[in-house]
């Protein structure tokens, strides 16, 4: 099963296309246990989701493969092994667990700062300690990966990656990765909700890329799939991506989710290029 759980909407008010708020304890409960039944493994958090860790530490997590991320590092910080440390310490408090399967970097801008030899130094730290079986990092896009990879061999990378956004595939990083064996993890396979609505549903502000959208709903409409089967299709068609996040607000969506990932492809749309990067940036939309 390469799909994982995101969990943001766990902890937090999350999404353009989040009509329902943070999600409550007792439904998380019932996805993690309706996930475990589909096969679902992995488990994507961060210190910064809110109350997601410790939601998770609630509801008991013990057999899933956590991956959680280290915060930006505060400019105050003197101690930066102690950061790291309490930091990670407190994440496994809260999560209820022993150890988790990967913590990354959630800004790994922070390694090309003064302090950045002593971040890189904890988090190689916490791999020894046993405390992370594999470190990593979360970038925005590919080209980070030039400029982190120059610095360390990291063991997994989570990007952003949609049947839109293509990025991670059309620079040659995905084959990179896979080349050396670095586990992949892709979000924003449903660009924050924004792929899944209907034409009438988009917020005013995304009206400026009307060609992508008509691009989208004629090919759509051509092949007579749901925008949710091809977002989910096409990045579980390429093998060299280990892990598919998703993120659910209740057990419908995850079973809706279950359904539309099986079944065939066609080629995906031929859109118009390039490709407004505000568009494609969650960040630049506001």
């Known amino acids: 099963m390469r799909l994982a759980l995101g969990t943001v909407q766990f902890g937090l008010d999350y999404g353009v296309a989040n009509t329902a708020g943070q999600v409550a304890p007792a439904e998380v409960a019932s996805i993690l246990a309706l996930a475990q039944q589909m096969g679902i493994r992995t488990l994507d958090t961060a210190i910064n989701y809110g109350q997601s860790e410790s939601v998770l530490g609630q509801c008991g997590i013990a057999e899933w493969q956590v991956v959680t991320k280290l915060p930006a590092l505060p400019e105050s910080v003197g101690n930066v092994a102690a950061w790291v440390q309490e930091n990670m310490w407190q994440s496994l408090a809260r999560l209820g667990v022993a150890s988790v399967h990967a913590v990354l970097l959630h800004k790994p801008q922070d390694l090309l700062g003064a302090q950045g030899s002593d971040l890189l130094a904890g988090l190689q730290d916490l791999q020894q300690q046993g405390l992370a079986a594999k470190t990593g990092i979360s970038v925005y896009s590919p080209e980070e990966l030039e400029v982190f990879f120059g610095l360390h061999r990291f063991d997994?990378?989570?990007?952003?990656?949609?049947?839109?956004?293509?990025?991670?595939?059309?620079?040659?990083?995905?084959?990179?990765?896979?080349?050396?064996?670095?586990?992949?993890?892709?979000?924003?396979?449903?660009?924050?909700?924004?792929?899944?609505?209907?034409?009438?549903?988009?917020?005013?502000?995304?009206?400026?890329?009307?060609?992508?959208?008509?691009?989208?709903?004629?090919?759509?409409?051509?092949?007579?799939l749901t925008p949710l089967q091809a977002c989910l299709r096409y990045p579980l068609s390429l093998p060299h991506i280990d892990r598919v996040l998703i993120g659910v607000d209740n057990t419908m969506h995850l079973r809706e989710i279950s359904d539309a990932a099986t079944g065939t492809l066609p080629p995906p749309p031929d859109w118009p290029l390039p490709l407004d990067p505000e568009l494609l940036l969650p960040s630049l939309w506001n």
């Open 156 to 224: 997994i990378v989570q990007a952003p990656f949609s049947i839109l956004d293509q990025r991670l595939q059309s620079s040659g990083w995905l084959a990179k990765l896979h080349a050396m064996g670095v586990e992949v993890h892709t979000r924003s396979a449903f660009l924050q909700g924004l792929l899944l609505m209907k034409p009438e549903q988009r917020p005013a502000k995304f009206e400026r890329w009307q060609h992508v959208w008509q691009c989208w709903d004629d090919w759509l409409a051509q092949h007579g």
